[in-house]
């Protein structure tokens, strides 16, 4: 299966509008200029030239419209957008995912971070393609913004100064009943830490699921911004132009996520961490501040043992992170007396804690994960910076309690707080390291580049910074979905992560959650179903080359947006240690030429 990533000839207006014709619903956008005289002004304004357009495209169509790239990404010219996916508010499964985008103060470029949870569909059905936070509030107030169908209110409450996110969903739920979605900031928000989250409530109303990469959570923090409570009552859902077609198409699509054995088997049963003993077991999984590729302690932390120990407890192995999600690869954990502790950790969030620290005790993970949760921290950023710290020799490798530590110091705080809260980056500088593991600023996640070079590419020249979600090659160098190539190898891997960047910018515009793409991959039927879908909803006849025309418009967008801030393909490189330390057990480097980095946009 392709995406026929070659074929093109729809110019992106065209493609746009299209939507814009048909469009009936989610029409306009809410911006909130924080830094009005007089205080905080909210207005409504037509979608325009952004009509059709959801999720990352949206976000970023705004930023690199909208936002100046040699901006401070914390001044009043940054803006937060937030988007719900195309399809989002909708009866289409999966299509619960909400984009977030900026000027990133991690990166310096372009970012669109993406959570799961229940706001996109909430905003979705409240009628809004974005809501667009804009300016910046002269004092030290914060802010609580209320949108329901009434309007929307824009409320100064210190009260809410520092409260974690647990607490603030908490407080949200007594003011406003728990019919509401979150959108929200913990402490780490508000003291504008680049490792800062943006955290999205679940079917539960809680602060779990966050658009974690970037520092996204620091931008909304420097609106003044503490939290978006959403509450759709009496909204009706978003209806498709053609309902037969879609509700066909969707029916279809469902037994195809069903019927395959990675998005109906394997991640329900053991969630993300089906990976760890996988990755572990082909020597991938960065260990000890990528040191090595495997972890002694892999089993104990696996997603085998999580799904054991979630059912044992009381707690849940299989859950959904929204309503309408039909794969559901997250589950409730439990602590040791059968209380509830945490959603279930990530495969990355289990990594960055666990074997990258050389921890493998699951609970002091999940209790970190909780941590992260609450004092708002993207769970990624916050490992790599442990283990850039403990590499550096404040710590111990394996030393959960002192791990657990460093994550209360961020939440506090404190000088070295702010350190480790600012990323792996400054960390590493801040102690003299040499060995920092990021791309453009960005903490590399849970997959050595060494031995799965194909996502090394994906690493070095997403205009993300090292993220695995913009071009997931795992797939085709591990798990062989989607095609087979040798993961020790430099051969055909900037093919595997452009056409999977492509196929990923326009699938997060979509709303649709990333984990559809192991069987629309393989599966041809899957796939056309998912086109089916949005022409279903939108009137369209949409093909497969229109969806890789609107990744590369996007992939374009987002380039040129980091090239007007001062990137060069200097920025497009994985640190130079990777090329000179082998690492084992292959002991190989990452050995894709720098020529062919820099070819992998090529349209
Ligand atoms: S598959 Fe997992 S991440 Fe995706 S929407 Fe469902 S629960 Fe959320």
Not at 406 to 422: M, S, W
Not at 558 to 585: C, H, M, V, W
Request: hydrophobic content about 35%; charged content about 25%.
């Amino acid at each position: 299966m392709d995406f026929r990533f070659y074929a093109t000839g729809t110019n992106y207006q065209g493609l746009t509008n299209r939507f814009r014709k048909k469009e009936t619903t989610m029409e306009k956008i809410l911006r909130i200029d924080m830094g009005a005289e007089g205080g905080p002004k909210v207005s409504e304004t037509p979608v325009g030239d952004y009509a059709g357009m959801g999720g990352r495209g949206l976000t970023s169509a705004v930023v690199s419209k909208e936002v100046p790239p040699l901006c401070h990404p914390l001044g009043h010219e940054n803006k937060l957008v937030i988007a719900p996916g195309m399809l989002s508010g909708s009866h289409a499964a999966m299509s619960g995912r909400i984009s977030i985008g900026c000027k990133s103060p991690l990166t310096g470029g372009i970012k669109e971070s993406n959570a799961g949870g229940q706001p996109a569909q909430v905003l979705a059905r409240l009628g809004y393609t974005a809501v667009i936070l804009e300016g910046k509030p002269a004092g030290n107030d914060i802010y609580k913004v209320v949108i329901n169908k009434n309007g929307v209110q824009v409320i100064p409450d210190n009260s809410l100064k520092m409260l974690p996110n647990y607490d603030l969903v908490e407080r949200m739920k007594s003011e406003y009943g728990d019919k509401i979605a979150c959108i929200s900031i913990g402490p780490a928000g508000e003291m504008r830490m680049c490792a800062a989250s943006i955290a999205c409530t679940d079917m539960e109303l809680r602060p779990t699921r966050h658009a974690g990469r970037g520092g996204v959570g620091a931008v909304m923090g420097s609106k003044g911004v503490k939290v978006i409570v959403l509450d759709d009552t009496d909204m009706p859902m978003r209806t498709p132009k053609d309902p037969e077609k879609f509700k066909q198409a969707n029916k279809t699509f469902v037994q195809g996520l069903q019927q395959h054995a990675v998005t109906g088997q394997a991640l329900p049963a053991y969630g993300t961490s089906v990976l760890t003993n996988i990755l572990n077991e082909v020597g991938g999984y960065p260990t000890y501040n990528f040191k090595e590729g495997r972890f002694p302690g892999a089993s104990k932390i696996s997603g085998e043992t999580e799904a054991e120990l979630e059912k044992k407890r009381g707690g849940q192995p299989t859950h959904g992170c929204h309503r309408g999600c039909v794969i559901r690869c997250s589950g409730i954990y439990h602590d040791k007396e059968g209380n509830y502790l945490t959603k279930q950790p990530e495969y990355e969030t289990v990594w960055a804690h666990g074997g990258n620290c050389g921890i493998d005790d699951i609970d002091a993970i999940a209790k970190m994960d909780f941590l992260d949760d609450n004092y708002g921290i993207d769970t990624i950023e916050m490992g790599a910076a442990i283990a850039v710290a403990m590499d550096a020799g404040l710590a111990e490798f394996g030393d959960a309690e002192a791990a657990i530590r460093f994550v209360e110091e961020v939440g506090k705080g404190t000088h070295l707080g702010r350190i480790l809260g600012n990323g792996a980056e400054v960390t590493g500088k801040a102690f003299g390291l040499e060995r920092i593991p990021v791309v453009k600023g960005q903490a590399m996640p849970a997959y050595d580049p060494r031995a799965v070079q194909g996502i090394g590419v994906t690493y070095a020249t997403s205009p993300m910074g090292a993220d695995h979600t913009a071009g997931y090659s795992v797939a085709q160098n591990v798990l062989k979905v989607g095609g087979d190539v040798d993961p020790l190898k430099p051969e055909g891997q900037v093919e595997v992560s452009r056409n999977l960047q492509i196929a990923t910018a326009a699938l997060d515009s979509t709303g649709m959650c990333l984990f559809i793409a192991f069987a629309i991959l393989d599966q041809p039927e899957t796939f056309q179903a998912f086109i089916d879908i949005l022409n279903g909803f939108y009137g369209t006849n949409m093909t497969a080359d229109d969806v890789t025309d609107l990744g590369k418009k996007i992939l374009t967008m987002e380039r040129d947006f980091n090239k007007r801030a001062g990137f060069t393909s200097k920025q497009d490189r994985l640190p130079r240690y990777f090329k000179t330390e082998p690492i084992p057990p292959h002991n190989v480097t990452f050995a894709v030429k720098d020529e062919d980095l820099d070819g992998l946009f090529n349209w």
